[in-house]
């Protein structure tokens, strides 16, 4: 019973600390159940409860609108156990052609939140285009300290990904 406490008191104190660091860049300290789920959760790929990635936005637009659109579910796809949904049926053929162009890095969560070690959810308006690659942030103020040196967050992110994975 003394080993349980001290552990129990770890994993609180560290996923409080994700929440003020998160709350630190932008992100409201306040957040849904499902942020929290997929934040702690151990999955490779941010996806809903309904299994839909990018919380349905169109990931194929950000390259081609230049813009994040939301997906139609008449248009989804499956891929690495999560559905992406698109504007047309032109956008989901891009993306069945060669999805790795498309997928978000980091298993579409937060870029930053990944660069500091942990996962966290996004906002799909949040987001980048860095050498032909997708990256997503949890808010506004997260994708402006990405956008302050986003090849330092990159090579952060990309040294911490794969045990987060």
């Not at 997929?38 to 169109?58: L, P």
């Not at 994708?143 to 040196?149: E, H, I, R």
């Amino acid at each position: 019973m003394k080993l349980i406490a001290p552990k129990m008191l770890l994993c609180l104190a560290s996923v409080a600390g994700g929440q003020l660091v998160l709350a630190a860049y932008g992100q409201d300290a306040e957040h849904d159940a499902s942020k929290s789920e997929a934040t702690q959760s151990g999955r490779a790929v941010n996806k809903g409860e309904d299994g839909v990635a990018v919380k349905g936005y169109d990931v194929v637009s950000y390259f081609d609108q230049k813009k994040p659109m939301k997906g139609d579910p008449k248009y989804s796809y499956q891929y690495n156990g999560a559905k992406y949904d698109f504007i047309s049926d032109r956008h989901l053929a891009l993306f069945a052609e060669n999805p790795e162009t498309y997928l978000p890095q980091y298993g579409g969560y937060c870029a930053v939140g990944t660069s500091m070690g942990h996962k966290a959810d996004i906002d799909p308006e949040s987001w980048a285009v860095i050498d032909g690659k997708l990256y997503l942030n949890s808010s506004k103020g997260a994708q402006k300290l990405f956008n302050k040196d986003p090849h330092s967050a990159i090579k952060q992110a990309d040294e911490k990904w794969a045990r987060l994975k």
